[in-house]
């Protein structure tokens, strides 16, 4: 999709800190971190929100998940705990249009979420 951000940031249009990459995951920074660990990871086919997903994306979304347990435990967060939360449409606080998993960690999460 073209003007997507997370597409952009994928396709190398847009700077962003990358921390993985494979063909079907890409994960980096946010720039506005919630944690002072805070990774988005996202599939780098687009999938506008986990409402649009269907059973065909249920190995890619397992991937997500994956992945972002990996980056936090590879950070040093396997004891004390990490979070991983993907919101899907706008009140849920989805601000960009284009499936992502946020990992946090680093501080106490408090529960539950704003």
Same mark, same amino acid.
């Given at each position: &999709?073209s003007?997507?951000?997370?597409c952009k940031?994928? /396709?190398?249009?847009?700077?962003a800190?990358?921390?993985?990459r494979?063909?079907? *995951?890409l @994960?980096?920074? /946010?720039? =506005?971190?919630k ?5 988005l990871v996202?599939?780098t086919?687009?999938i @506008?929100?986990l409402?649009?997903?269907t059973?065909?994306? !249920? $190995?890619?979304?397992g991937?997500? &998940?994956?992945? =972002?347990?990996n980056l936090?435990?590879s950070?040093?967060? %396997?004891?004390?705990?990490f %979070?991983v *939360? &993907?919101? $899907?449409?706008? /009140?849920?606080g989805?601000?960009v249009a ?6 946090l !960690?680093?501080r106490?999460l /408090?529960?539950?979420?704003?």
């Amino acid at each position: &999709m073209s003007d997507c951000l997370f597409c952009k940031i994928r /396709d190398g249009q847009i700077p962003a800190t990358i921390t993985y990459r494979d063909q079907d *995951v890409l @994960a980096f920074k /946010d720039i =506005g971190p919630k944690a002072p660990f805070h990774e988005l990871v996202i599939p780098t086919q687009h999938i @506008a929100s986990l409402a649009e997903a269907t059973s065909d994306h !249920a $190995a890619l979304l397992g991937r997500l &998940m994956l992945v =972002g347990s990996n980056l936090a435990c590879s950070a040093g967060y %396997r004891e004390r705990g990490f %979070r991983v *939360v &993907m919101n $899907a449409g706008p /009140d849920a606080g989805q601000s960009v249009a284009h499936v992502h998993l946020h990992v946090l !960690a680093g501080r106490s999460l /408090d529960w539950p979420p704003g």
